[in-house]
């Protein structure tokens, strides 16, 4: 057996790996055999429902180890320092090491907080993200950011940690509630609208084929979003340039999510709303035709996903846009789309061009 016989794409970042597309879960554990020759010990984090559905097709492959599994709770609040704490208590009890291989099996909260957990246990230990949501799959497993949140804001303890390899199977997507479907649908609508125009006409196409989840297409659909986030994280992994494209409609996502104190809006539709708010400033910069906005517009829309909000007050987002982490010197730093498949990053934005487009945004 040889690491050639899995599907792969490369990062190709400072330390470079591999992203597996589509082997199986059971198999993961011929790839361990084979790449890792020292390793005794292997710490699953998951949360139960994965856990129930396919931590057992993976600990098959993993019968010569000594493997525990930590259950964390689901939910955005687990990303916290306290259960970081929990981890680390747990994995002192069950003897993990500097060799330890922390396998993160579940979507993006158990990948974030698994990922910073290998991140700071004992200085770094080996992580596989094993991503199980549409969203990890083609957006947080790829490009090595790790975090937790902290009182102050999301994310704001973090690391950039690249893991030894993400082993992305296709089939977990199956279980996957549709709402969820939906946060990883917005990501790859993005990631077609900021680089692959192709892509952008692949989901036009295959909109119902896609809704009613035939297996082929999705494989189509997570490898080429997945190679849209692996090209840019693998020309700018530490965020100094082009990975900031990625960004687009996050701004004005992040904004809405707040105001709304996370409540009534998932992200995937806080980021569908800030994709069409970005498109009309963008149209309003003479940067997108009227049509390419109906073609954003009606593609959103075709996958369920809200192109517009109510009754929220443009001045007060206007306000909450101030607070991103991302301006730079009091400056609005805004992702817009340049024609499908292209996007620009903006210093330029004055408020008055950014309220505008709230207001097309909200009914
Ligand atoms: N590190 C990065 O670069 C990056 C990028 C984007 C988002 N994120 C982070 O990702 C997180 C969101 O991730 P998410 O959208 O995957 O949500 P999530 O991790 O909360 O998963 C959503 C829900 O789906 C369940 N689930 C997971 N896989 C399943 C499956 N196969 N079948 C049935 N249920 C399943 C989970 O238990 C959970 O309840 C946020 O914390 C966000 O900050 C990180």
Not at 250 to 266: C, D, K, P, Q, V
Request: aromatic residues 6%.
């Amino acid at each position: 057996m040889s690491l050639a016989k899995w599907p792969k794409i490369e990062v190709t970042a400072d330390k470079p790996y591999p992203i597996f597309l589509g082997s199986s879960l059971k198999e993961l554990g011929d790839y361990i055999h084979l790449r890792f020759e020292d390793l005794e010990h292997i710490l699953i984090i998951s949360h139960q429902v994965v856990a129930d559905l396919y931590a057992e097709p993976l600990k098959q492959g993993l019968l010569d180890y000594r493997v525990d599994q930590l259950i964390v709770p689901a939910g955005e609040t687990e990303k916290s320092l306290e259960r970081l704490s929990q981890l680390t208590t747990a994995a002192l009890s069950w003897e993990a090491d500097r060799k330890t291989l922390v396998i993160a099996l579940g979507g993006g909260v158990i990948g974030d907080l698994a990922g910073f957990f290998a991140s700071v246990f004992m200085r770094g230990i080996r992580l596989i993200q094993v991503p199980t949501t549409l969203l990890a799959q083609v957006d947080s497993s790829i490009g090595g950011k790790v975090a937790v949140n902290h009182p102050a804001g999301k994310n704001i303890l973090g690391a950039f940690y690249p893991p030894q390899a993400v082993w992305t199977d296709f089939s977990t997507l199956e279980s996957l509630p549709w709402e969820e479907v939906e946060n990883g649908l917005a990501e790859s609508i993005k990631h077609a609208l900021i680089a692959d125009r192709d892509l952008f006409e692949f989901f036009e196409k295959e909109e119902k084929r896609i809704k009613q989840r035939e297996k082929s297409i999705w494989s189509e659909m997570v490898t080429r979003s997945s190679a849209v986030k692996v090209k840019i994280v693998s020309q700018d992994e530490r965020e100094q340039g082009v990975r900031a494209l990625l960004n687009l409609g996050h701004s004005f996502g992040h904004a809405l999510e707040t105001e709304m104190n996370y409540r009534g809006i998932t992200h995937g539709q806080g980021v569908s709303i800030g994709i069409m708010a970005a498109t009309y400033l963008a149209n309003a910069k003479g940067l997108l035709t009227i049509e390419e906005v109906d073609r954003i517009k009606r593609l959103l829309n075709s996958f369920g996903l809200p192109i517009m909000i109510k009754e929220q007050d443009p001045q007060a987002l206007l306000q909450r846009m101030q607070a991103d982490k991302k301006n730079q010197g009091g400056r609005k730093i805004l992702i817009l789309p340049k024609g499908i498949g292209h996007a620009i990053v903006s210093k330029e934005c004055t408020d008055s061009e950014i309220l505008a487009a709230w207001q097309k945004v909200i009914s």
